[in-house]
């Protein structure tokens, strides 16, 4: 008998049934197992386990019969290492396949001439989620996970197991449902990687089994009958429907969703990975190649980082590197525009990025100096705090910091964009290398109705009249012994640059005997160069000496931001807006 369905070799065919089948159903797929299947079954003590192990079975049968020919019950299996399952009928030494089943669904992938692996699901609460993936996971899987809202944080972990589950067993991983997380395909080469699948089971209430179409690697060649059926399986009609990727072949998508462009499929020999050693302008300014992407520090993620600060979702400081304060600003801006939420830079995001900045315009650009960038004073910073009082203003230590701060980077970044220039001797006309921060291509500065700070994940929101998030500023809250508030309060005033009065007895962490004392302004002030003052007695909202720290320390209760981002509220921020501190 000839096949009735047939299978490219570039194809893959993932099938999804049910394994909540009735008591009758049940007894006809028992009866229809071979005399050792049975008998495996008679050892099985959970009936959870009989069910997974008969109807995967069952189906198995069904589906590979109408790639080979035949009945089902010519069908046999072999065993491989590690326990796999394999064919051994003389028409199937072509195909490969591999199965799995979580909650209620059973998934069947096939292929042919190569391994294959799938892996699925079913999303529920992980408890110490954040644990697991600091020991299992990568570093950027983890420091995904670690921004991901508490809300969504289930699901990404299971999205990322599925990713690691699927290679070993070869590796074809498919997001099933409403309620499944999974993902990736690839081939058994060794040089092509997981990528990930946001296909949709289609929802078949009249049959238990349904599939989706075959992906396959050619050029966008997805395709599949999509009226064919199983007709082996009485009752139920098996129906081909869509698959959102292809395989790490290199191929391009298929269909509209995919959760990694195709474009991501290649070798990841192919292009080697830069690093922080490898940043100037040139690499800055070059349009990043996919595996640059992901890179986790470097010349990609500095323009990123760029294009992030010109769109308003603030990194603190652009200093090439993928850290916590990056992957939130690369969240919401993500989930701002619709895209998929991975808190990771991939080309989609990239993409978005360079429409909403503008264009593909050069992210560092050369500036002629001028008297004002190189006006002082710069003084040297005693580190105590009454040392401090002494000062006439806490004033920029140096031409080079005063420029860092300006151009919302690092001195360290400075240095690199400009290598061999000494700072400290330019002169008014003097040309220099710095970050193309200020655009006016997302849409100006818009005004803020309502500020919202989230205390767990260390961010500020600021929000437009119609809803819309238009500033995302990463932040540093209070500590334990410190706490920022909780509850609804609004702004009363704004202070350019301000003093700061030191008052020992409102610090856990400072005796209060201690005297007070009365700090000068300046951009190395404790408080910066602005203070937004709250309803909320001593709490405001504030810029600092140290930007770096941004997200990573804590405060005594009070919202820190760089003072870049604090100037940049505090200008489209209003007396009496609305402030709200979430936990």
């Known amino acids: 008998m000839s096949p009735s369905i047939e299978l490219p070799a570039d194809a893959v065919d993932v099938w999804q049934g049910r394994l909540d089948v009735d008591d009758n159903e049940m007894d006809g797929m028992l009866g229809s197992l071979s005399a050792s299947e049975q008998s495996r079954v008679g050892g099985l003590l959970e009936e959870r386990a009989v069910r997974q192990y008969v109807v995967s079975r069952v189906l198995q049968r069904q589906i590979l019969a109408a790639y080979a020919g035949g009945s089902p019950t010519d069908i046999r299996f072999g065993v491989v290492a590690m326990g796999k399952p394999t064919l051994s009928h003389p028409n199937t030494n072509h195909l490969t396949f591999n199965t799995t089943h979580s909650g209620s669904l059973v998934v069947i992938a096939v292929t042919s001439g190569r391994e294959v692996g799938v892996d699925l699901e079913h999303v529920r609460p992980i408890p110490k989620a954040l644990q697991l993936a600091k020991r299992f996971f990568s570093d950027s899987e983890f420091r995904m996970l670690e921004v991901t809202p508490d809300s969504e944080r289930d699901r990404a972990f299971l999205e990322v197991w599925t990713r690691r589950e699927g290679p070993p067993k070869r590796a074809v991983t498919v997001c099933g449902g409403g309620s499944r997380a999974g993902r990736t395909a690839s081939s058994r080469s060794p040089r092509e990687h997981p990528v990930s699948l946001s296909g949709r089971f289609r929802s078949e209430t009249s049959s238990s089994v349904s599939s989706l179409r075959r992906a396959t690697t050619g050029r966008c060649g997805c395709r599949g009958n999509g009226n064919g059926t199983l007709p082996e399986l009485p009752g139920r009609q098996m ?52 595996p640059m992407l992901r890179s986790s520090s470097g010349p990609a993620i500095v323009r990123a980082q760029i294009l992030l600060d010109r769109a308003r979702f603030s990194v603190g400081v652009i200093n090439g590197t993928a850290g916590k304060n990056t992957g939130l600003a690369l969240f919401w801006f993500q989930k701002s525009q619709g895209l998929q939420t991975t808190s990771v830079l991939d080309s989609a995001t990239y993409e978005r990025l360079v429409t909403v900045t503008g264009g593909a315009a050069p992210v560092v650009t050369r500036i002629v ?37 300006r151009y919302h980077t690092t001195l360290e970044m400075m240095r690199k964009l400009n290598p061999g220039v000494g700072f400290a001797a330019l002169r008014p006309g003097d040309q220099i290398w710095v970050p193309a921060v200020e655009t006016n291509s997302a849409g100006g500065r818009p005004r803020v109705s309502r500020i919202e700070i989230a205390k767990k994940q260390s961010y500020l929101h600021a929000y437009d009249a119609a809803g819309r998030l238009v500033y995302h500023f990463p932040s540093t809250l209070g500590s334990q012994y410190d706490p920022s508030p909780t509850g609804n309060f609004r702004v009363t005033a704004v202070a350019w640059d301000p003093v700061f009065r030191y008052n020992p007895a409102l610090f856990a962490d400072v005796p209060d005997n201690k005297p007070r004392a009365m700090l000068p302004p300046g951009p190395n002030s404790p408080v910066g160069r602005v203070w937004i003052a709250l309803s909320k007695e001593h709490v405001g909202i504030h810029g600092t000496p140290t930007p770096e720290t941004i997200g990573y320390a804590s405060s005594h209760g009070c919202v820190r931001l760089t003072n870049w981002d604090a100037v940049s509220l505090a200008r489209a921020t209003a007396s009496g807006t609305p402030v709200r501190f979430i936990r």
Do not use: H, W
């Open 369 to 405: 100096v001028d008297a004002g960038l190189l006006a002082g004073p710069f003084i040297v910073l005693p580190k105590g705090v009454y040392a401090q009082a002494k000062l006439g203003c806490l004033c920029y230590a140096s031409v080079t910091e005063k420029l860092a701060e």
């Open 239 to 290: 129906k081909l429907a869509s698959i959102f990727a292809a395989l790490t072949f290199g191929a391009a998508a298929c269909a509209p969703r995919v959760s990694v462009p195709t474009d991501e499929i290649e070798p990841a020999e192919t292009v080697g990975e830069l690093g922080m050693d490898d940043v100037n302008v040139e690499s800055v300014n070059m349009s990043p190649s996919v």
